[in-house]
């Protein structure tokens, strides 16, 4: 199988190239590099089954030539931002998401391609009244620019998905967490070790701390992806990816403070449910779709974020990592 990544210098791209390439497929990758990073693919760099194209989606024609020779799409492009921030352009999401996502689609559709699977997110429910949130649930609003054009990617999916005989697999991610990313201010996580590093003895928390999401490895992500595309097998498949549970951040807060061997850590908190315009406070996926069709995560929350801090932390870094 010849297959084509989006995004594939990214935590969770990267991760997906390795594993489609150990069952012997071929993977074309393709990035940009604005927040991937070219040590995520070293490791396949060279290896007879791997090319890598550095290139941008917003790019139709650039799409179009890296695509060339490609069976299925693997679409995790995106911007990365989750959280909205005053000043920022408000047009990042439009572009990153919906343009280079229709980008895609139009290419597949010229190159006769017809699988894609494509990574939205648990922000396309917004504060949903329904707990856990079902694949199905009434009227999503999203209350984020990231949530609200990773909907419109669906839509636009579902519509060439229709009109042009693709099949389509949606996973709407909860939070993943992983050893690769390791910005501040993408991650929770990260923000906690930065500001714990500047001053041990107080910890900042936005918002009221009682936020509370949904969390998955990225290792188990992946299977959970390659799982439901090799199972699922209508003409549009729409999952929820993630465990169980839900961990607050307060307890994310304890975790991070215990493995860094800190004691006597006061905690401030800047106020309100969210902790910045756009933040959905309290989440949990229904993933019995998922189960029932076979896959079941092995990790609840707090094991997933336990396990991403500690193995970051084995690594020497100093910024374990939790994408939001």
């Known amino acids: 199988m010849r297959n084509f990544v989006t995004g594939v210098a990214g935590c969770i791209g990267s991760d997906l190239a390795e594993a489609l390439i150990a069952r012997g497929n071929f993977v074309a990758g393709i990035d940009n590099l604005s927040s991937g990073k070219i040590e995520h693919i070293a490791r396949l760099l060279g290896h007879k089954n791997f090319r890598f194209i550095e290139g941008d989606l917003e790019d139709p024609a650039g799409v179009e030539t890296a695509m060339q020779g490609a069976e299925f799409v693997w679409h995790l492009a995106a911007n990365p931002d989750v959280k909205f921030t005053a000043g920022d352009p408000t047009d990042k999401d439009l572009h990153q998401n919906l ?10 559709r010229r190159l006769d391609v017809k699988r894609l699977a494509f990574s939205s997110t648990s922000a396309v429910y917004g504060v949903s009244k329904i707990q856990p949130i079902p694949e199905d649930a009434p009227f999503p609003q999203p209350i984020s620019l990231y949530g609200a054009t990773k909907l ?28 690769k990313v390791r910005k501040r201010g993408r991650t929770v996580i ?47 498949n729409v999952y929820n990816l993630g465990c169980h549970d839900s961990l607050q ?76």
């Open 99 to 108: 343009i280079c996502t229709y980008n895609v689609l139009e290419a597949m």
């Open 152 to 179: 419109a990617c669906e839509a636009m999916i579902s519509a060439f998905q229709s009109l042009f005989g693709f099949q389509c697999w949606i996973f709407r991610f909860a939070n993943i967490v992983g050893p």
């Open 190 to 236: 990260g923000d906690f070790i930065v500001r714990l590093n500047e001053d041990p003895g107080k910890l900042l928390i936005l918002g009221d701390g009682q936020q509370a999401k949904s969390y998955l490895l990225s290792e188990e992500c992946i299977e959970a992806m390659l799982f439901a595309v090799d199972r699922a097998q209508a003409p549009l």
């Open 249 to 324: 951040v307060t307890v994310i807060a304890d975790l991070v403070v215990e493995a860094m061997g800190l004691s006597g850590t006061k905690y401030e908190f800047t106020g309100g449910e969210g902790g910045w315009p756009g933040d959905v406070p309290r989440f949990l996926l229904d993933v019995s779709a998922i189960n029932s069709l076979g896959w079941k995560a092995r990790n609840n929350a707090r094991q997933a974020v336990e396990s991403a801090i500690q193995s970051t932390l084995a690594l020497g870094n100093k910024t374990p990592a939790v994408r939001t």
